[in-house]
Structure formats: structure tokens, C-alpha cells
């Protein structure tokens, strides 16, 4: 079977990038990516990009064309909408089309154009339109966060949770996004901050929230026969796996499991063939505090209810037995939706490769990546080995 | 939303009408053209009922567009007496004083005005279950 390897990465730093259109995300990343193996982009014959929602955000379509047509390329390009699961869903397509042996070298591409759109509660409506039945949950009233918070009541009911295990979610991603370059908030967050912050939707806190931010994350996939040409420098993609959910929350028997993360990962570490225990690292969809608790008790990394009280002792900050979020995750290295999915790739390539810097999780052989979209109605987890 | 889609859902935002399965019987919300069960298409009109009780809510501080002005406002999860459940506002009653478990009913209220021309949107909202006269 062919080995599929990433063997180059290029992101933007994540910010409100008021100079930068959407456009010009896509393509930054993706020559970077390109730029830093000395790969010529007539060598590429294919591309993935993923997007949420450029047309709503920057009232431009064809985003995956658009960029292909403006670096002079007319290889096969897709555009894959998965909301802010679209990154990993376009890599997950990306690994598929090389392990079939229908491609040798691709590109994919995630990106988001945010900041152009300005007011919280419009550029909010438009991630609740892709993410919740618009008809019988968004129209009702109800808000992403609201049900994130609907899961967080029924995680501190069932488990007990705290208020203060998940604002150290927050408080251990910002240690993380300080050391990492490409970080929106490489700041050190407070717990008090986190607990004073403005109520949202109850129990969650604004700064328990990933922010609005644009940012163009890109990583290259190849056979590793290809991938030898360029360089001996790659990591090897050993496992995707993907499963949903029912899509309105109202239809799921239990909010404190996120059943399509569970069985995503038992996909994937099957393919892989590994366990939780041999996992070094993990890069998850901390899109609210209670969603990173949630995901790493589904991927297996600690026992069912375990999330709260794993962050809390530290387990998952660099220094733990288990680091989740090396790069700072949604709430420091930033959420531009699209963008994700691959920055998440971008993060695990470095520590695999021992060139994450201050962030280095040292001896780091294998990682997760784990993105989902909404409340995990779709959920992607990929595994990765030096 | 526009005027044709406000039509085509007003029985079930206006009545909690919907369509039951003649084949297996499973009563689908929202009422789906398709048996999402066995998958047959020989569905028949069905009454959802008009009371169940809140199973988990939360109170929103901070809402999306149109409902950003009415914070802070309680949604929640309601089981209907058929099983059936639904994501819904609770109204007529203060934030502090609700509780899992209470006994809802569903009523018919205001969800949001459209700008200066766009529709004025109604549809179903549960308040707690009123005392039998």
C-alpha cells in the first residue's frame, strides 16, 4: 500500500488581518508550503482547499479555483465545505486521493477571511447558519455557544465539572499560543479572567470562547516515493477516520459524549493500528473550553468525565503526560474556521519533526489531529508518525 | 428567510402538526418528507402533543442577529408526552425560576422581526404548564 506523507507546511499567522483578502491567505500559505522544499507548483497535480464560507464572509465563491487561477495553475481543484471542519475534511480528501493512487503530489489548503465581515453578532449568525438546523434550532433562538452550553450543564450534572477546570482550557492554551509564532493571542490568560469574563450563554464564559480571526494554513501530501525526491524531511499520515452524529442537539440521547469523535478515532487508530496509550501529542477542536474536555475523553486520551479533572492536574499542558494543544488550539492560535483543520496538521508536523521550538513536546512519535465541525455533528481525527 | 419557506413550515411552527410514518409509525421532528426510520414515503398527518417537560436548558446572555435584543432569554430541550424532542424558547417566566423537569406547554408566540420589510416570524414556544382550571 502507498505510504501517504506530509512533507511540507506553510501557514500565515492567524490575526485580524485587515491588509490581507481572502485570496491573498490562500495564496501566502500555500507558497510558503511550496517555498520551503524548493517544490515548484507546476509539480502539484491537485488541490484541496477547504472554506467554510467565503461567500457569506467576502462575497467571493469558487474559492479553491479562485486561488489556483491566481498562482497560474489549471490542475484538478476542489472546494470542500465542512464548516470549521472544512480543513481537515479537504486533508482527509487530499489523503484519499494520493492513497488511491489517483494523485502523487497535492496540496491542501485551509482558509478563512473573517474580519471583513464586521459585527460579533451577524459574523456569529452566519457560523450558526453552517453549523445548526437553521429551521428548527437557529430560528428558536438557539446559538452555537448555547449549545455547547446545553453539553457543559450536562458534563458538570453528570460528572461534575467545574467552572474552573474549564477555564484552565483557556488558561493552558494561552501559555501554549505565547511560544508559538503563528498564534492570534500570545498572551497568558488568567483563570480570574476567564471566570469574570461576560456570562455568554450559562455555564460558558465569553474568554472560554475561540475569537473571530483570518488566517491561510497549508500542508503538502505525497507518496512517499514522491515525497523522497524532495526531501527526507516527512511525517506519515497513518490513519483518518471520520463519523457523524444526529445534527440537532435535541436528537442525541447523551450531551456528554461526542459519539462521532469516538468512533472517528476508533476508525483511525485502527487503521494505524495504535491505542490512546501510544499517543504523544494531540491537536483538538477546542472551539469552546467544554469542547476540548468533551473530545479528549472521546478520543480516548482520559476515561469518560476525566477531561475536567485531567486539565485541572495538568495532564494537558506541555509538561503532562498527555499535551493537547501544543499550538495554542482555536482559543490562542486562533479558529478562522476553514483554516483549522490544517493548521492543526501544520503544528503536528513541526513537533514530530522535533522543529516546534519553544513549544517542542520532546520525543514526540506519534500525534492526533482531531476537528469537528459545529458541536461535533461530523468529526474528523487523523493520525501521524515520525 | 423567505416568504415561500415561512409557508412551508407554518403547520408545524404554528401547530406542532407533522406527518407520522403508515408503515413503522415513527413520528419524525421536524416532519421529514422521507421516513427517516424504515424510508418510506406513505406518511400520514399527525398532531405532535402540546405538552411534555424541559429536560436541559440554559439562558442565553449573548444571541445571534435578530434575537440579540431579547437576552437574556431561556432555551432549552423539551420532551413532548409522544417522547418527542425539540429545541425550543421557554417563555413567561423569569430565567431563575426555571427547572429541569418542569412541565411545559407549547404556545404560540413572536420569534423575530426581519428588518423594516422582511417578515414578521411566529412560531411555537413552550411556557410552564399552566394550573388546570
Keep these: ?23 491573498d491567505l490562500g495564496m501566502q500559505a500555500l507558497t510558503r508550503a511550496l517555498n520551503n522544499k524548493s517544490i515548484n507548483k507546476s509539480d502539484l497535480d491537485g488541490l484541496f482547499v477547504g472554506n467554510m464560507s467565503s461567500q457569506a464572509f467576502t462575497e467571493q465563491g469558487l474559492i479553491g479555483p479562485l486561488i489556483a487561477a491566481d498562482l497560474g495553475m489549471d490542475i484538478p481543484v476542489t472546494t470542500v465545505n465542512l464548516a470549521d471542519a472544512s480543513g481537515a ?20 489548503v ?38 455547547y452550553a446545553l453539553m457543559a450543564q450536562e458534563h458538570q450534572r453528570k460528572y461534575g465539572t467545574t467552572h474552573e477546570q474549564r477555564a484552565m482550557v483557556a488558561v493552558k492554551n494561552h501559555m501554549n499560543g505565547k511560544v508559538n509564532p503563528y498564534a492570534q493571542f500570545r498572551n497568558l490568560l488568567k483563570m480570574e479572567t476567564v471566570l469574570k469574563s461576560k456570562i455568554v450563554a450559562d455555564p460558558l464564559r465569553l474568554f472560554e470562547m475561540s475569537a473571530a480571526g483570518d488566517g491561510g494554513a497549508a500542508v503538502l501530501l505525497a507518496s512517499e516515493k514522491i515525497a523522497k525526491q524532495y526531501t527526507d524531511e516527512y511525517i506519515y499520515v497513518k490513519g483518518s477516520g471520520q463519523a457523524s452524529m444526529p445534527f440537532r442537539i435535541s436528537d442525541r440521547n447523551d450531551l456528554t459524549e461526542l459519539l462521532s469523535v469516538k468512533k472517528a478515532a476508533q476508525n483511525a487508530y485502527g487503521q494505524a493500528a495504535i491505542e490512546p496509550k501510544h499517543i504523544h501529542l494531540a491537536e483538538v477542536h477546542d472551539s469552546v473550553t467544554i469542547s476540548e474536555i468533551m473530545t479528549i475523553e472521546a478520543l480516548g486520551l482520559v476515561k469518560p468525565g476525566e477531561g475536567g479533572t485531567a486539565t485541572e492536574e495538568g495532564r494537558t499542558k ?22 483549522v483543520g490544517v493548521a492543526q496538521v501544520v503544528e503536528v508536523y513541526e513537533q514530530l519533526l522535533g522543529i516546534a521550538g519553544d513549544r517542542q513536546i520532546p520525543d514526540a512519535e506519534i500525534a492526533i489531529t482531531e476537528n469537528h465541525a459545529g458541536t461535533g455533528v461530523t468529526s474528523l481525527v487523523h493520525v501521524f508518525s515520525r | 428567510m423567505t416568504v415561500p419557506d415561512y409557508w412551508r413550515l407554518k403547520d408545524t411552527r404554528f401547530r406542532l402538526m407533522g406527518v407520522k410514518c403508515a408503515e413503522c409509525g415513527h413520528a419524525n421532528f421536524p416532519p421529514t418528507v422521507v421516513c427517516p ?13 402540546h405538552e411534555g417537560v424541559l429536560t436541559n436548558f440554559t439562558v442565553v446572555y449573548q444571541g445571534n442577529q435578530q434575537y440579540n435584543y431579547q437576552v437574556p432569554y431561556v432555551i432549552g430541550i423539551v420532551e413532548l408526552t409522544d417522547g418527542t424532542r425539540l429545541t425550543s424558547q421557554i417563555t413567561d417566566i423569569d430565567p431563575e425560576d426555571v427547572k429541569i423537569g418542569m412541565p411545559v406547554e407549547f404556545t404560540l408566540r413572536k420569534y423575530y422581526v426581519e428588518g423594516d420589510e422582511g417578515i414578521i416570524m411566529y412560531g411555537y414556544k413552550f411556557r410552564p404548564k399552566l394550573k388546570e382550571a
Design chain 1, 110 to 147: 485551509g482558509v478563512e477571511k473573517v474580519t471583513d465581515m464586521l459585527g460579533l453578532p451577524l459574523l456569529q449568525g452566519i457560523y450558526a447558519m453552517n453549523v445548526l438546523d437553521r429551521r428548527y434550532e437557529g430560528q428558536q433562538g438557539l446559538t452555537l455557544a448555547s449549545a
Design chain 1, 89 to 108: 475534511s479537504a486533508f482527509r480528501q487530499a489523503y484519499l486521493s494520493v492513497k488511491s493512487g489517483q494523485h502523487d503530489l497535492v496540496a491542501v
Design chain 1, 318 to 339: 506541555r509538561d503532562g503526560d498527555i499535551p493537547v494543544n501544543t499550538s495554542g488550539g482555536l482559543k490562542a492560535r486562533g479558529a478562522p474556521f476553514g483554516a
Design chain 1, 1 to 23: 500500500m502507498t505510504q501517504v506523507v506530509v512533507l511540507s507546511t506553510g501557514m500565515t499567522k492567524f490575526t485580524d488581518a485587515y491588509e490581507f483578502g481572502i485570496r
Design chain 2, 37 to 49: 426510520k424504515c424510508g418510506s414515503e406513505n406518511l400520514e398527518e399527525y398532531q405532535f402533543p
